[in-house]
């Protein structure tokens, strides 16, 4: 299977200017979908499945590959590969935000801009840093994940997204988790929680537009700031008036300006 087939590769929209639009856990690509209608007509968007997403196929993930997020990066990489992409714009959601960073280490040259929405260095917090979670919070996600994948989904898609089980948002985020097979989600979980890459930050030099709900359950507003201080491109901060870790599908009339301009603006 090629990896155009394998990670539902989309190439959308009529401009000159390229646009990669990488989602986070428990979503696809369909979770951008508020916001390409706005896009089509001055760029052209890469949309794409990341491998492990409810939309590809379970038999092509590796645990091993996957148990860090370098194999997600080389994905990346090698779709930008593929399409014989020289520049982009990077808009990395959640755990796409390290891969992004990652992958922009290793070859800064193509990423003109990435643009971070609701991203994080490490989850887990430390000495003179807050990252949100305990490592006790952490195994209690994981057991309950492992114990019970139907009951961990309907209480953790409502505290993810800042709504009630009613709300459209939540209901599609819990589609997309129910999506993923649930050893997969267990796995994926463990690599993006437990993960810790504040060292890779001064190595990524693109400029970088971080952009975070001001009440977010998964990434604490700080953490805007910590990335800002660390990495190694010139950064600008926005913090949205939304809640939730999903804000383009929650607050799309919020988000939507706010990506339109990071998308024009040079730092």
């Known amino acids: 299977m090629s990896l155009i087939e394998a990670h539902n590769l989309r190439i959308v929209g009529n401009g000159q200017r390229i646009v990669i639009l990488s989602h986070g856990f428990g979503t696809d690509q369909s979770v951008w979908k508020h916001l390409v209608p706005h896009l089509v007509d001055e760029?052209?968007?890469?949309?794409?499945?990341?491998?492990?997403?409810?939309?590809?196929?379970?038999?092509?993930?590796?645990?091993?590959?996957?148990?860090?997020?370098?194999?997600?990066?080389?994905?990346?990489?090698?779709?930008?590969?593929?399409?014989?992409?020289?520049?982009?714009?990077?808009?990395?959601?959640?755990?796409?935000?390290?891969?992004?960073?990652?992958?922009?280490a290793a070859r800064p040259e193509i990423f003109s801009k990435i643009i971070l929405l609701s991203a994080?260095?490490?989850?887990?917090?430390?000495?003179?840093?807050?990252?949100?979670?305990e490592q006790q919070d952490l195994n209690e996600l994981f057991d309950a994940m492992q114990s019970n994948f139907k009951a961990w989904v309907s209480g953790f898609a409502p505290l993810v997204v800042g709504d009630d089980m009613e709300s459209a948002t939540v209901q599609e985020f819990s589609r997309t988790l129910f999506n993923v097979r649930?050893?997969?989600?267990?796995?994926?979980?463990?690599?993006?929680?437990?993960?810790?890459?504040?060292?890779?930050?001064?190595?990524?030099?693109?400029?970088?537009?971080?952009?975070?709900?001001?009440?977010?359950?998964?990434?604490?507003v700080v953490v805007s700031d910590y990335l800002a201080a660390?990495?190694?491109?010139?950064?600008?901060?926005?913090?949205?008036?939304?809640?939730?870790?999903?804000?383009?599908?929650?607050?799309?009339?919020?988000?939507?300006?706010?990506?339109?301009?990071?998308?024009?603006?040079?730092?």
């Open 120 to 133: 994080s260095p490490r989850y887990l917090n430390d000495e003179n840093y807050f990252g949100g979670f």
């Open 230 to 267: 660390h990495l190694g491109g010139k950064t600008v901060v926005e913090v949205l008036a939304a809640e939730g870790h999903l804000p383009q599908l929650s607050a799309p009339d919020v988000v939507i300006p706010v990506l339109l301009r990071h998308l024009e603006m040079e730092i």
């Open 182 to 220: 649930p050893d997969i989600a267990l796995a994926v979980a463990k690599s993006i929680f437990q993960s810790d890459f504040r060292h890779i930050l001064p190595g990524v030099f693109p400029p970088c537009h971080i952009l975070q709900s001001n009440k977010d359950l998964a990434v604490p």
């Open 43 to 104: 760029y052209r968007m890469v949309l794409f499945d990341i491998m492990g997403a409810g939309t590809t196929n379970a038999e092509f993930f590796s645990f091993e590959r996957y148990a860090t997020l370098a194999g997600y990066a080389q994905d990346l990489l090698s779709i930008i590969d593929e399409l014989e992409i020289d520049s982009c714009i990077y808009v990395g959601h959640s755990v796409s935000g390290m891969i992004g960073c990652l992958a922009a």
